[in-house]
């Protein structure tokens, strides 16, 4: 039999996250979260609403929001759907643990490999996404959670902390160009 060692690269094709700082805002790769998704099946949508805080402690967020508690962050993405969140060190096969917590009445995917997450902070962070989107931030509070466009990607912004932290997921496959996006604004708003 044949001896594979794999060996994982970040998004960005990297050993190692990648961290870039301005005057104002850092950007940094995050690889350290697992990431699923979980939906609700229309028929089990009694003991998928119980399961919630039970499984993770608290109930899923409203749209446009995200909640935390324990080792999971929930993240509206949709209709009866949400991104959760959890260390990788840990939730290495989040989407087995969540299924457990749900049984039959959610659908669960991994979605690890599938996004890219970049997290921005400092200062000047609300000038690099007035740049890149017609997101208003000024009126995304923290724990808000939206669906935008940055260059022609669909992404998913998370506010962590209003005003000056927020995280940006978008397709894995096209990471690096989220992430010049990113840097260029970054420079741009200097």
Request: proline share 5%; net charge negative; with cysteine.
């Amino acid at each position: 039999m044949a001896e594979h060692r794999l060996k994982p690269i970040t998004p960005l094709g990297g050993d190692t996250s990648r961290k870039d700082t301005f005057q104002g805002v850092t950007i940094t790769e995050v690889v350290d979260t697992a990431l699923a998704s979980l939906s609700a099946r229309a028929s089990q949508a009694a003991e998928f609403r119980a399961a919630a805080p039970k499984f993770f402690g608290f109930d899923l967020p409203a749209p446009a929001r995200s909640a935390s508690g324990g080792d999971y962050t929930a993240i509206w993405t949709g209709p009866e759907q949400w991104f959760i969140e959890a260390p990788f060190a840990t939730h290495e096969d989040i989407a087995r643990i969540v299924k457990q917590g749900f049984g039959d009445a959610a659908s669960v995917t991994e979605q690890t490999d599938g996004w890219g997450r970049f997290d921005l902070e400092g200062p000047r962070v609300r000038k690099v996404f007035e740049i890149l989107s017609n997101l208003d931030l000024e009126k995304l509070p923290s724990g808000g959670a939206s669906r935008t466009v940055i260059e022609h990607l669909g992404c998913i912004l998370v506010c962590r902390e209003a005003g000056a932290r927020y995280s940006v997921y978008g397709p894995r496959s096209s990471a690096a160009s989220l992430h010049h996006a990113l840097v260029t604004a970054a420079k741009a708003a200097l």
